[in-house]
């Protein structure tokens, strides 16, 4: 029996476009942004930010040490990396509180400090509450030390939220960290471009959502 939904973050919930970003960086002087950004997980300094090796502030100073331009703001830089994430629809805000009064709602993302205080925040906020409201709990790459598919992202999900992966169906639009959690025994579901996570739900065997 399914008792909680593990929701991933970007390309499940909130609507991301990668070529935006890399777009972005390449226009601050960027030439390997291409080969850094990528759809599910990140390399080089996008990935040290993103599972908590860098803190902001090393972060941007690593970005300008790269680009070779040490006038770059840190406003600048964040803005190029938020170009990332192209928001909610609000939709989806009012699906996730409908399915909040059947099951146990958590999430697990990939993403970083900057993101997260930045467009993530401010887009749960767009119908008058904060991230938390949705969720009973998130795991974030950058507080656990650790990115989708690794393992230890999902055993900090297990202990850090309580859930038993049996009883836990996990969302995701990467066929690899579905494949990783599975490994631990979670339910899963692929999210594939243009599919929206609750038409999914209603179509998932034994998954009994009301309307």
Same mark, same amino acid.
């Not at 942004?33 to 759809?39: I, P, S």
């Not at 300094?45 to 970005?63: M, P, R, S, W």
């Given at each position: 029996?399914?008792?909680?939904?593990?929701?991933?973050?970007?390309?499940?919930?909130?609507?991301?476009?990668?070529?935006?970003?890399?777009?972005?960086?390449?226009?601050?002087?960027?030439?390997?942004?291409?080969?850094?950004?990528?759809?599910?997980?990140?390399?080089?300094?996008?990935?040290?930010?993103?599972?908590?090796?860098?803190?902001?502030?090393? @972060?941007?100073?690593? %970005?300008?040490?790269?680009?070779?331009? +040490? /006038?770059? #703001?840190?406003?600048?830089? &964040?803005?190029?990396?938020?170009?990332?994430?192209?928001?909610?629809?609000?939709?989806?805000?009012?699906?996730?509180?409908?399915?909040?009064?059947?099951?146990?709602?958590?999430?697990?993302?990939?993403?970083?400090?900057?993101?997260?205080?930045?467009?993530?925040?401010?887009?749960?906020?767009?119908?008058?509450?904060?991230?938390?409201?949705?969720?009973?709990?998130?795991?974030?790459?950058?507080?656990?030390?650790?990115?989708?598919?690794?393992?230890?992202? @999902?055993?900090?999900? %297990?202990?850090?939220?309580?859930?038993? +992966? /049996?009883? #836990?169906?996990?969302?995701? &639009?990467?066929?690899?960290?579905?494949?990783?959690?599975?490994?631990?025994?979670?339910?899963?579901?692929?999210?594939?471009?243009?599919?929206?996570?609750?038409?999914?739900?209603?179509?998932?065997?034994?998954?009994?959502?009301?309307?």
């Amino acid at each position: 029996m399914i008792k909680n939904l593990l929701f991933d973050l970007g390309g499940v919930i909130m609507d991301i476009r990668r070529e935006n970003c890399v777009k972005a960086f390449e226009a601050l002087g960027m030439s390997d942004a291409n080969d850094l950004l990528g759809e599910y997980s990140q390399a080089g300094v996008f990935a040290g930010i993103e599972n908590g090796q860098l803190t902001v502030g090393e @972060f941007h100073d690593e %970005i300008r040490r790269i680009i070779g331009r +040490p /006038e770059l #703001t840190d406003e600048e830089i &964040d803005g190029a990396f938020q170009k990332f994430l192209i928001g909610i629809p609000t939709h989806r805000l009012e699906e996730l509180d409908r399915l909040h009064r059947q099951f146990s709602i958590y999430m697990l993302s990939n993403t970083n400090p900057i993101m997260w205080a930045g467009e993530i925040d401010r887009n749960f906020r767009r119908q008058g509450h904060d991230v938390h409201y949705y969720f009973d709990g998130i795991v974030r790459s950058y507080m656990a030390g650790a990115m989708k598919p690794d393992p230890k992202i @999902f055993r900090a999900v %297990i202990s850090h939220l309580g859930i038993k +992966p /049996e009883e #836990t169906l996990f969302l995701d &639009d990467s066929q690899r960290n579905l494949d990783a959690a599975a490994e631990f025994g979670f339910r899963t579901l692929l999210v594939k471009p243009g599919s929206e996570f609750y038409e999914l739900l209603k179509q998932y065997p034994g998954l009994d959502i009301k309307e």
